[in-house]
T-cell receptor
C-alpha cells in the first residue's frame, strides 16, 4: 500500500513553480513530506493532519484531501536549494509508509 | 545536524556474515525507526520501537532483528547477509507517543552496507 507520487521527475528553472502529488488507497491519519538531497538523509518538511492542522516549512505549502486520500506539495518561486527527491509518507496504524519519490531539479 | 547519530558510516562485509548497526536518537526522543533504502529506491520501513518496546513492523526480513535499549539507543542486526541486502540503512527518531500517531521524524546520516 505504498502511496503513489506524481510526477516521477520535474525539471525547473529558478523562480518557477511545481506541484507534487501523493495518492493513497488507504484511509489516512496524516501525510508527511520529506526532502532528500543526493547522498544525504531525508529532512522533514511538513505534516498535514486529518482535520486541517498543518506544521512545517514556511516557504513550501501543501494540501490534504482526506476524502480522496490525496496530498499535494506546492513549491513556489523555486530556488536552487529546492533540488532533491521529495517523498510523501502516509500514516495509518502507527506506521509511516513512504511514497515512490519525486526527483526535482532546479537550474539557474 | 539532526541530532541522530549512526555508526558505523560504512560497512563492507561478505555474504553469510552478520553485522550490527547502531543508532542513538535525539535527546528526549523515545521512538526509533529503521528504514532501508536501496540504490535509487524509496525508503522501506523496517521496524519501530517506542521506549524499549516494538511498536510497528514493516517489511523486515526474518534474518533481521532490532532492539531498543534502556538508554534508548537502538541496534539493527542483519544476519546471513545476501548481496541484495546492500543498501543505505537509516535510523530516525521522534518524540512519538502511542495513540497519537507518527510525529515528525529526524533522520540520522545512515549506514551504507555493502555485501560482497
Amino acid at each position: 500500500q505504498q502511496p503513489v507520487q506524481s510526477p516521477q521527475a520535474v525539471i525547473l528553472r529558478e523562480g518557477e513553480d511545481a506541484v507534487i502529488n501523493c495518492s493513497s488507497s488507504k484511509a489516512l491519519y496524516s501525510v508527511h513530506w520529506y526532502r532528500q538531497k543526493h547522498g544525504e538523509a531525508p529532512v522533514f518538511l511538513m505534516i498535514l493532519l486529518k482535520g486541517g492542522e498543518q506544521k512545517g516549512h514556511d516557504k513550501i505549502s501543501a494540501s490534504f484531501n482526506e476524502k480522496k486520500q490525496q496530498s499535494s506539495l506546492y513549491l513556489t518561486a523555486s530556488q536552487l536549494s529546492y533540488s532533491g527527491t521529495y517523498f510523501c509518507g502516509t500514516e495509518s496504524t502507527d506506521k509511516l509508509i513512504f511514497g515512490t519519490g519525486t526527483r526535482l531539479q532546479v537550474f539557474p | 545536524d539532526s541530532g541522530v547519530t549512526q555508526t558505523p558510516k560504512h560497512l563492507i562485509t561478505a555474504t553469510g556474515q552478520r553485522v550490527t548497526l547502531r543508532c542513538s536518537p535525539r535527546s528526549g526522543d523515545l521512538s526509533v525507526y529503521w528504514y532501508q533504502q536501496s540504490l535509487d529506491q524509496g525508503l522501506q520501513f523496517l521496524i519501530q520501537y517506542y521506549n524499549g518496546e516494538e511498536r510497528a513492523k514493516g517489511n523486515i526480513l526474518e534474518r533481521f532483528s532490532a532492539q531498543q535499549f534502556p538508554d534508548l539507543h537502538s541496534e539493527l542486526n542483519l544476519s546471513s547477509l545476501e548481496l541484495g541486502d546492500s543498501a543505505l540503512y537509516f535510523c530516525a527518531s521522534s518524540v512519538g507517543t502511542s495513540g497519537r500517531g507518527v510525529y515528525e521524524q529526524y533522520f540520522g546520516p545512515g549506514t551504507r552496507l555493502t555485501v560482497t
